[in-house]
């Protein structure tokens, strides 16, 4: 498998989406976005998505440079609509809304609908953080492919969770997970990289482990299993149904359409700023000073690996699968793939 400068990759996905007919500032937007998943080690939300993202422009699935519509709108509340845009465009703005919202009260909220693929959610939650916020957001949706506990099939849609809170530290301290065992994206990875699922990811209708990854999802083949596996995934499943149940009730979304919550905190309606960037600085360094259990180096907080594994990945390039850089490669040349 090639390994890719940033730079490269970054023109390369630009010049894929300028033959796709994207302008210039969202193809930025949604390239700084990817790599930055790759960057962090999240190499299912990066450049792997590219090919597909293509193919939803050309069946009108994804409509690039669609207009967002801002709906039902309060001093500390939005709806928006993506028309079917790119999600990260559609996200990035409604974080920004809702950072704007908070800065005249304890709490925003911004919901919004109707767009793509949005990529790693952490993003959107770090957006926050990073002018002096604390970002929680959840994205959901009424039905999925995660067993709920006790179950042998599919029925909850897998939610994620990403919260960041502003330190002084160089690295964002940002929560960004699944509600899932494993997040899809890391099925895709298998798929594409042709490996099996770790044992305890998958269950096959008559509930029984299985490793294929190209089983099919969504046709009940498989059931991604919820956070804490069979054994310990109550959970894991309750919480999967309760943010599911949070987002598409206040997104208001249809049957089967994502929805997205994104709420901004300003904490300098509680306490000095100062005083949340101390006490979380003193929360990392009371995790960094606990002993290491063999096979681990230290501990980490919640953002730092991330944070290490994109700096390495800044000097020393970007592992891309084979099939996704000669896609790339066909891509960038205008081929039909």
């Given amino acids: 498998m090639p390994i890719i400068s940033v730079d490269h990759l970054t ?24 790599i930055k998943a790759n960057l962090a080690g999240h190499d299912s939300h990066g450049v792997v998505r590219i090919p597909s993202y293509i193919s939803g422009i050309r069946s009108k699935q994804i409509r690039p440079n669609a207009p967002l519509q801002i709906e039902n709108q ?11 845009g ?40 770090e957006q926050i953080s990073s002018a002096d916020q604390i970002g929680i957001v959840i994205i959901g949706r009424s039905a999925g492919a995660v067993v709920p506990y006790g179950g042998r099939t599919g029925r909850l849609y897998q939610s ?54 190209q089983a099919d999802l969504s046709n009940g083949e498989a059931g991604l299993l919820p956070l804490g596996g069979i054994t310990g995934g109550q959970k894991g499943s309750g919480l999967t149904f309760m943010l599911n149940l949070l987002a598409i009730t206040l997104a208001n979304v249809e049957e089967r359409v994502e929805g997205a919550l994104i709420i901004a905190i300003n904490p300098a309606f509680f306490l000095p700023l100062s005083d949340l960037k101390s006490t979380a600085d003193g ?22 690996r991330s944070y290490q594994e994109s700096e390495r990945r800044q000097r020393e ?9 000669n896609r790339l490669q066909e891509l960038v040349k205008g081929n039909v793939i």
């Fill in 11 to 34: 023109d390369i996905s630009l010049e894929t989406f300028d033959r796709a007919g994207v302008e210039p500032e969202q193809a930025q937007l949604v390239t700084r976005l990817l």
């Fill in 74 to 84: 309060t001093a500390t509340s939005a709806q928006i609509d993506g028309h079917h």
């Fill in 86 to 125: 790119f999600g990260q465009v559609v996200l990035t703005r409604a974080a920004e809304l809702a950072r704007q919202k908070s800065l005249q009260a304890p709490l925003s909220l911004v919901t919004a609908t109707n767009y793509s693929h949005c990529g790693q959610l952490g993003a959107y939650a």
């Fill in 160 to 213: 994620t969770l990403a919260i960041s809170a502003p330190s002084n530290k160089p690295f964002p301290i940002v929560l960004d997970m699944a509600t899932s065992v494993a997040p899809f994206g890391k099925i895709l990875m298998k798929r594409t990289r042709n490996e099996s699922c770790p044992d305890g990811w998958l269950i096959d209708p008559q509930g029984q482990p299985i490793t294929d990854p």
């Fill in 283 to 304: 929360l990392v360094d009371r995790l960094h000073q606990t002993p290491a259990i063999d096979g681990f180096n230290s501990v980490l907080v919640p953002g730092e």
């Fill in 317 to 325: 390039g970007i592992l891309v699968e084979n099939d996704t850089w």
